[in-house]
């Protein structure tokens, strides 16, 4: 296996394994600063140049593996030679990424956000690329990686020249010359490349910085101005908690729990669909699909599929197949909502799979159809959806008596939480007017802009969502603190009726849904005080404003509420011990602010991750909050994992939260047998 510091023989490689079983020969490979790499291919006297940019994907270009594959220019004017030209390249690059995946050709860190600017900074983003002593480019190796002044320098050498840049965080003082800006930082050099050689060098680390960061990446820096020292924090995540917080709501779960009569059809080959019903859970992460979401046989009778075969890639495209099929779904389901799922074969084979779709959608008296892309990777194709489905579906607004809401990102109506919510409305003269998001109702989203508020669950994977629908609606938009537990539900109610202008419930209406489940409430709390849940956290994670919130959920204060002790374990990330003691003063201080049982709370200072294996296995917790799905780090030291969805919304929900809690609190099994168990992966 060639090592990603070596392009020199990696990208010669590349050319050869592109070219092989075909007619083609690739003449070469250039790299762009911007991330996008050339194939230069001959054959037949004919000259093609495809272009690939490798890490983002561009509105008007075929997408690739999150990227954009196309012809920039070929030498013929017959559109089939390229056409040709890219199928090929395509499908060999599918298979070598069947095989294994290069670093060279992957983009990475996506998951990072903030980013410690200090010496390790070159070994955190792209250590395996650019190492010192080993990294060649033309006769040039990266001799030297060194931070000095606010600025990073990176030194590549020969025997007769030497090429200087510097990689500059933003707002600081350019160095030289400005090459190219990539969000966090801007790559500078002290003088232009004078040879071939040294612009090679340019692109290359251009190339690699665009693979390595995104425009949200921030390079964090002390507050003399200083870069931090502490690089082993520019990697540290909690273990326990998903760096970014997942997207709790797919494309796949919008399709396979709506109500009402949707029919898909689905333009691609059979592998690329049969995974996603089954694959794509609540959330875009490691946890399991939730029973009530997991596909069954009614949305698999509303997914046809054209099977794009072999033949029909390579000769003959895939148009009439999809429209015949089109045809046939509309005469036979007589639907009403058309989607049409488009995906990667297609799109590089040159198929017009729009035009075949709004073409079919004429002819049918302009029946409510969405297009959409399978990227299961990008964001975009989930916020797009839910903008069309609001334009084909909802209505002009009626005036009807009485105040409605749209409650958006609040469950899906299979779960009991939702309608005991939508029942607790009601009873407040508040109407329920549509549920949106994870799921939806076709005739709900008819009557969509019937309403006097979107009410949004106040996470960043909804809000993000439903962004771009938001400005389709003619509905004002706004987030209340969401309902979890009593004291949270009660609140989110009070707040609802003064978005809406409504009169707020008073201590009757709150008394009469009370007094059926306090004394439970207070019964099951007092067993929960003998219990004890543990909680590692970072000891940065307290400078954020939402530091007490996972994915909408103030799990912290919720499992206050319910009478549970918490023993919070704070992780050293500082290698100075100030900064580090100053963090967990401040950790101390938030809990103590958020938190009402100041008596059962306990905060641990932790050194190093290392230690969390022997803190759990002797910690004096039953529970321990983890977002990793059965994660065996907690079950083999005898503990049982917790995580935001074990929680409810509403009253009820938060009575069942409680139930639920602390069954698993009192549940023996792991306590008994964790020793049978295989050693937990504690890489993070």
């Known amino acids: 296996m060639i090592k990603a510091n070596q392009p020199d023989f990696f990208f010669p490689w590349l050319e050869r394994f592109v070219a092989a079983g075909s007619p083609w020969g690739c003449d070469g490979t250039t790299v762009g600063l911007d991330g996008t790499l050339c194939l230069h291919l001959t054959g037949a006297g004919q000259q093609v140049d495809l272009m690939w940019d490798v890490g983002t994907p561009r509105e008007d270009k075929p997408t690739f593996r999150g990227g954009s594959l196309w012809v920039e220019r070929a030498s013929s004017t017959d559109p089939r030679l390229g056409k040709a030209a890219l199928r090929h390249v395509a499908a060999r690059l599918t298979a070598m990424f069947h095989k294994h995946t290069p ?51 990176l030194r590549f050498r020969s025997s007769g020249s030497e090429l200087l840049m510097h990689l500059v965080p933003r707002g600081a003082p350019a160095k030289g010359e400005v090459v190219r800006d990539y969000g966090p930082c801007a790559l500078c050099t002290a003088r232009m490349p004078a040879s071939d050689a040294e612009r090679s060098i340019l692109d290359f680390v251009g190339y690699v910085l665009a693979l390595s960061m995104h425009p949200q990446m921030r390079f964090i820096e002390d507050a003399a101005g200083s870069a931090r020292s502490d690089a082993g924090a520019q990697r540290l995540i909690n273990p326990f908690l998903h760096d970014a917080v997942p997207a709790d709501i797919s494309l796949m779960n919008a399709l396979q729990g709506c109500s009402g009569g949707l029919s898909m059809v689905a333009h691609s080959d059979r592998e690329c669909l049969s995974y996603c019903p089954l694959m794509t859970g609540p959330s875009q992460s490691l946890y399991l699909t939730r029973p009530e979401l997991r596909p069954n046989l009614e949305f698999l009778r509303r997914l046809r599929l054209t099977d794009l075969s072999e033949q029909a890639v390579i000769m003959s495209g895939g148009e009439g197949a999809l429209a015949s099929l089109l045809q046939e779904t509309i005469e036979q389901d007589e639907p009403a909502l058309l989607v049409a799922i488009d995906s990667c074969v297609p799109r590089l084979i040159g198929d017009d799979s729009v035009a075949v779709v709004q073409q079919a959608r004429r002819e049918h008296r302009n029946l409510p159809t969405i297009n959409v892309e399978i990227r299961l990777d990008e964001a975009d194709n989930q916020r797009a959806f839910w903008r069309d489905l609001v334009r084909e579906l909802s209505q002009s607004k009626a005036r009807t008596p009485g105040k409605a809401v749209n409650l958006i990102g609040f469950g899906s109506p299979r779960t009991r939480s939702l309608p005991e919510l939508q029942e607790l409305l009601s009873s407040m003269s508040v109407r329920t007017n549509a549920c949106v998001v994870p799921t939806f109702d076709i005739d709900e989203m008819r009557r969509f802009r019937d309403a006097d508020l979107n009410l949004v669950f106040p996470a960043k994977h909804v809000r993000e969502a439903f962004e771009l629908a938001q400005p389709e609606c003619g509905v004002v938009g706004a987030e209340a603190a969401a309902p979890f537990g009593l004291e949270g539900t009660r609140a989110w109610l009070l707040e609802v009726a003064n978005l809406l202008a409504v009169e707020p419930p008073g201590e009757p209406f709150f008394q009469q849904r009370m007094s059926s489940l306090r004394a439970r409430w207070d019964a099951l709390a007092r067993r929960a005080a003998g219990h004890r849940v543990g909680v590692v956290l970072l000891d940065c994670h307290f400078r ?43 950790a101390r201080q938030r809990l103590g602010e958020v938190l009402r049982s100041h008596s059962g709370l306990s905060v641990t200072k932790v050194d190093a991750l290392d230690a969390l294996g022997d803190l759990l296995r002797k910690g004096k917790f039953e529970l321990v909050y983890t977002e990793v799905a059965q994660d065996r780090r907690v079950t083999t030291a005898g503990k049982v994992p917790v995580s935001p969805f074990d929680f409810e919304m509403g009253f009820q929900g938060g009575l069942r939260t409680l139930r639920r809690l602390l069954n698993l609190a009192e549940t023996p099994f792991f306590q008994r047998y964790h020793q049978h168990l295989p050693p937990a992966d504690w890489k993070p």
Not at 105 to 122: A, I, Q, S, Y
Not at 576 to 581: D, K, L, P
């Open 103 to 153: 670093a060279l050709l992957t983009r990475r860190n996506r998951e990072l956000v903030d980013v410690r600017f200090g010496p390790g900074l070159l070994e955190s983003l792209c250590g395996e690329i650019l190492c010192v002593g080993q990294t060649r480019r033309a006769d040039h190796l990266l001799a030297e990686a060194t931070h000095r002044d606010r600025a990073f320098e």
């Open 544 to 586: 954020e404003p939402d530091c007490m919130v996972r994915m909408g959920v103030p799990w912290l204060g919720c499992l206050d509420e319910m009478g549970f002790a918490l023993e919070v374990m704070v992780v050293r990330t500082h290698a100075h011990a100030g900064s580090h003691e100053r963090d967990f003063q401040h």
